[in-house]
């Protein structure tokens, strides 16, 4: 602790003489200083609004006169060119208003002057040419201080044109006189405190509140540069006559004078002053009795310090004392605290002594206990399952148990002795050497010694300098290690026995059943077939349908579960990615009384980066899940979304049901594979139990999460949470855009590569149907001669044929010195587990079909890959696409309602397309109905474009924004698509006639055989 000086008593006295009066010297100081500056700002405020005033009066002086001059402006006597009735007119009032009036021609000749007798016009005194009467002509004109030729007196005028029939004839002025303009400034001003100057639009004093005579004339440049252009402000500075000023000043609007009024800054600071000498004087007061006070208590103090000092120094005799009385309150306490001081330590003088023989007694006590647990600790260490050995900071061994000995296999000489503990260091320097350094304040290493166990030694360096080793046995670590390792590479081989038994079962149930749906495809769209037969093949279809759907679920697991799952990230629609959802759901609806509602956030983005593909999986899942399980009521699909702090977006999918719903203890499994609520489900509802698992799996793989709400009776609530980030608005290039997915596509020379009779009879039919020429051949070496042989376009590739299999015959054709390399080659097969999609990949094909084949899929794949024919076949394109399409829809929904279906669709069309036409007001609520209603079937019958526009015309109507513009717009794609509704209903007409059975094998339709060559 830092020694303090010792100082006199008056010293301190003094400080605290000053520190009373100081406080109250300070608050006298703050408040006249707050004071002087009140005072300060009121005369300027003062100043401030009096120059408001002071502006308004030369302001109302000028409006005035250009007021009087424009009342003159309109006199008949002017349109009539009776100069001498309008000098009488004007003379009385220029007297009244004391100024002179002038009229001059344009050609300078002076009119009227009222400050001279009327006469014959003469040369004006002035150029009328010179006054700017702002960008409509008929502003009126204030000059600056000018000097008359005649007189040489100063003047200031006024001036507006006479303007008859929109040309200007003459200039009127009124000249004012800076004597009348001062006098203006005094009558503004109460006398004695301020003063006011104007200045013209050159910085040049026109007027003065006093001295007018003296200074009018003369610039006043320092205001004038500090105000600028400016239309207000305040200015210190040096007036006209030398005297230092406070200034505000104004821009008059009408005239571009720069009035200021001023006041001297003497004045502003004689408030300060006299604060100062009353600040002066409250402290020398407060001065004299903050020095008597200090007197007075330091008499006080000095008595007090005495009697405690002679009972301070009695305090060493060891008997009590009593306590002294002083003047002071406070010293008495501390007289009676040295009393009951002294009465304390002849107490503890007496308990000292008890207490040492107390310490000695504990003293004994403790030495007994610290020689038991030294045996204790003692026995511990050698009784460890560890080895330790310790080091001091010199390394001599100061702690070894025997457990160390043995696995060390030192002798009692070495563990004991003197030489440091040699091996173990030799270890550890042997560590950090291969290891390159030490790392962190301990250190683990092994130790193999020859014949013996393994051994892992720690090292941590204590804080003497000195080092603990523990040594653990860790052999049979070890051998579980092992046993581990060997266990999991058992796992690995039986993960890829189950790949492979994927693999082999997927090829041997869909080899069937691509035969089986194929040919029932075929089966079903056939004229002749007769209902009974048609609800038959249905029934087959729909059965073969649920297998494949099951055998891709369990597929689609098993690349979840392998973590072989791509997520493939691309710019995509959110609203076409709804549209593709609503379509591919569209049969979960067909026979419930609802369809499904969409909701989407108006404020969310169009575009946006991400897997859309798996994105759609999941919400076909989710969404077929929901129609399943709802029998009345509703199924909506609503996406929501924020944007986050690192720009992304946090979407939000919900697909709420009025289904049967699940308990709380039947959620917590829901996203479980093959988990049914109840043994019941399945037999009633269908499906594998997988599509939920799969869809918990893809969402995370997107780093998204999945959840549940649901209730019993009530419906249940699915939704995942998806961070994307936007994409921007995609480019149009005509040049390089691609085709439309409805595009017809022409005939394609497609070789067909498969073993199997009844598939190469399916494939065949199939592409036949879709009008491509077809060529089968029946195993690799036939494949490989045939693209060196003949064009083709595309080749369907079956990937387990026997001989040379598809993806050997597939690196034989990539390998081939000729033009067939490069033909794209599509696997048709039902392996599509991820070990076999990177097979396909390296063996060089360009895609894959799964089996069993589907019409659809198979018109996608060729459209997609195919090059177009140099030589169409006689087949037309458009008509070819419309009989698939009418193909389809008589597959899809029977003859008779695709017939009823197409007739309202083309009646709404019509109506939709007079509110279009139609210039009179619309009724959005009706038009939002009408697109509303045209969404799902123009979806249903592929057009969608257009359910794109009915959904963008709905959104107009309901937010009354713009609705016009977006009907009037969508009419040229109303037109088309009527058209093509119309050719498409004659396509159906003719497919559903009655035909007579076909000749010969293959596919006849009834609209001309010759069409289907």
């Not at 036949?768 to 590739?797: K, N, P, R, W, Y």
């Not at 087949?875 to 309602?897: S, V, Y």
Request: glycine share 8%; aromatic share 4%; hydrophobic share 45%.
């Amino acid at each position: 602790m830092r020694a303090v000086r010792p100082r006199k008593l008056f010293a301190y006295l003094a400080v605290f003489a000053l520190a009373l009066a100081l406080p109250p010297i300070v608050l006298a100081a703050i408040a006249t200083t707050y004071f002087a500056k009140s005072e300060r700002t009121r005369l300027e405020t003062v100043v401030d609004k009096t120059n408001a005033d002071v502006t308004r009066a030369i302001e109302a002086r000028i409006g005035g006169v250009v007021a009087l001059l424009q009342a003159l402006s309109t006199s008949p006597h002017l349109t009539l060119g009776d100069f001498a009735a309008f000098d009488a007119q004007v003379r009385p009032t220029a007297a009244a208003q004391n100024v002179v009036i002038c009229l001059v021609s344009l050609d300078h000749l002076e009119m009227v002057d009222t400050s001279e007798p009327f006469g014959p016009p003469r040369a004006a005194s002035n150029d009328p040419n010179g006054a700017h009467f702002g960008p409509n002509g008929a502003t009126p004109y204030v000059s600056g201080l000018e000097t008359s030729p005649s007189g040489g007196a100063m003047r200031l005028r006024v001036v507006v044109p006479i303007i008859r029939d929109g040309e200007t004839l003459y200039h009127l002025s009124a000249q004012i006189s800076p004597r009348d303009l001062s006098q203006t400034l005094r009558e503004s001003l109460e006398p004695g405190l301020f003063h006011a100057i104007v200045l013209d639009r050159n910085g040049v004093i026109v007027g003065r509140s006093a001295d007018e005579d003296q200074f009018v004339g003369r610039p006043l440049t320092k205001l004038a540069e500090a105000a600028g252009a400016g239309k207000q402000g305040a200015w210190k500075g040096l007036n006209p006559s030398g005297v230092p000023v406070f200034a505000y000043w104004r821009r008059s609007p009408r005239s571009g004078w720069l009035v200021a009024t001023s006041v001297s800054q003497a004045a502003l600071r004689a408030p300060l002053y006299e604060s100062l000498l009353l600040l002066g004087g409250l402290a020398a007061a407060m001065a004299a009795v903050a020095g008597a006070l200090a007197f007075w208590v330091g008499r006080k103090v000095a008595r007090s310090h005495e009697a405690l000092g002679e009972l301070a120094a009695q305090l060493g005799s060891g008997r009590p004392l009593a306590p002294p009385t002083t003047p002071l309150v406070e010293a008495n306490m501390v007289g009676r605290a040295i009393a009951q001081a002294s009465q304390r330590l002849h107490d503890q003088a007496r308990l000292i002594l008890t207490a040492r023989d107390g310490l000695e007694r504990q003293i004994a006590e403790r030495t007994s206990e610290l020689a038991l647990k030294t045996t204790l600790l003692e026995s511990t260490l050698e009784n460890m399952d560890q080895g330790l050995v310790a080091l001091n900071g010199k390394g001599e061994v100061t702690v070894c148990n025997d457990h160390a000995r043995q696995l060390l296999r030192a002798s009692q000489a070495e563990a004991e002795g003197r030489q440091p503990g040699a091996e173990l260091r030799r270890l550890r320097d042997a560590h950090i050497a291969r290891e390159g350094a030490a790392v962190g304040p301990s250190m683990v290493f092994e130790h193999h010694p020859e014949g013996g166990a393994f051994l892992e030694i720690r090292s941590t360096p204590v804080i003497d300098g000195g080092e603990i080793f523990t040594i653990t046995d860790v052999s049979a670590a070890r051998r579980q290690a092992d046993e581990l390792r060997a266990a999991k590479e058992a796992a690995e081989r039986a993960s890829v026995a189950k790949s492979e038994l994927l693999a082999t079962m997927s090829h041997e149930i869909r080899t069937p059943l691509n035969s089986m749906l194929g040919s029932a495809d075929l089966l079903a769209v056939q004229p002749a077939i007769q209902p009974a037969q048609k609800r038959l093949v249905l029934r087959i279809i729909k059965a073969g349908t649920t297998l494949a759907t099951m055998m891709e679920d369990i597929l689609d697991l098993a690349k979840v579960e392998s973590g072989r799952v791509t997520i493939r990230t691309r710019r995509f629609e959110l609203s076409e990615l709804v549209h593709d959802v609503e379509v591919l759901t569209s049969a979960a609806f067909a026979k419930k009384d609802f369809r499904l509602q969409i909701v989407m956030d108006p404020d969310l983005p169009r575009f946006f980066e991400g897997d859309d593909n798996r994105l759609k999986q999941v919400l076909i899942n989710y969404v077929s899940n929901s129609a399943k399980f709802t029998f009345a009521g509703s199924v909506q699909l609503q996406i929501t979304g924020e944007r986050t702090e690192s720009g992304e977006w946090m979407l939000r999918f919900t697909v709420t049901d009025t289904g049967i719903g699940i308990t709380r203890e039947q959620q917590k499994n829901l996203f479980r594979r093959y988990f049914q609520a109840d043994a019941s489900i399945q037999p009633r509802f269908g499906g594998s139990g997988l599509g939920l698992a799969i869809s918990k799996r893809l969402v995370e793989a997107m780093d998204g999460e999945v959840g549940i709400e649901s209730e019993v009776g009530r419906g249940t609530t699915l939704y995942f949470t998806l961070a994307l980030r936007e994409a921007p608005e995609p480019g149009v290039d005509a040049g390089t855009s691609l085709p439309s997915p409805s595009s017809p596509t022409r005939s394609a020379r497609i070789l067909v590569a498969e073993d199997i009779a009844v598939n190469q009879e399916v494939a065949r039919e199939l592409l036949q149907c879709l009008g491509h020429q077809v060529t089968i051949v029946g195993s690799g070496e036939e494949a490989i001669a045939a693209v060196q042989e003949h064009a083709f376009d595309l080749v369907l590739m079956d990937i387990f044929m026997t001989g040379i299999d598809g993806l050997s015959t597939t690196r034989a054709i990539r390998n081939l010195e000729h033009p067939a390399r490069a033909l794209p080659i599509i696997a048709c097969t039902a392996n599509v587990l991820p070990t076999q999609i990177s097979e396909f990949q390296q063996a060089g094909l360009d895609g894959f079909v799964s089996k069993p084949l589907r019409l659809g899929e198979l018109y996608s794949v060729v459209d997609r890959f195919a090059a177009v024919s140099a030589e169409p076949v006689d087949i037309e394109p458009q008509r070819l696409a419309n009989r698939h399409e009418a193909e389809t829809l008589i597959r899809l929904i029977g003859p008779d309602r695709t017939i009823a279906a197409l007739e309202p669709f083309d009646d709404a069309l019509s109506q939709l397309l007079s509110r279009a036409s139609s210039g009179g007001a619309i009724q959005p609520a009706e038009v939002a109905q009408m697109a509303h209603s045209l969404i799902s079937t123009a979806s249903l019958f592929g057009m969608t474009e257009l359910a794109s526009a009915c959904r963008e015309i709905e959104v107009a109507c309901v937010a009354k924004t713009q609705a016009r513009q977006r009907i009037r717009q969508s009419k040229p794609l109303i037109v088309a698509s009527q058209r093509r509704l119309r050719i498409l209903r004659d396509h159906v007409t003719t497919l559903v006639r009655p035909s007579p059975p076909p000749s010969q094998g293959g596919v006849t339709w009834s609209s001309g055989a010759e069409e289907a060559s």
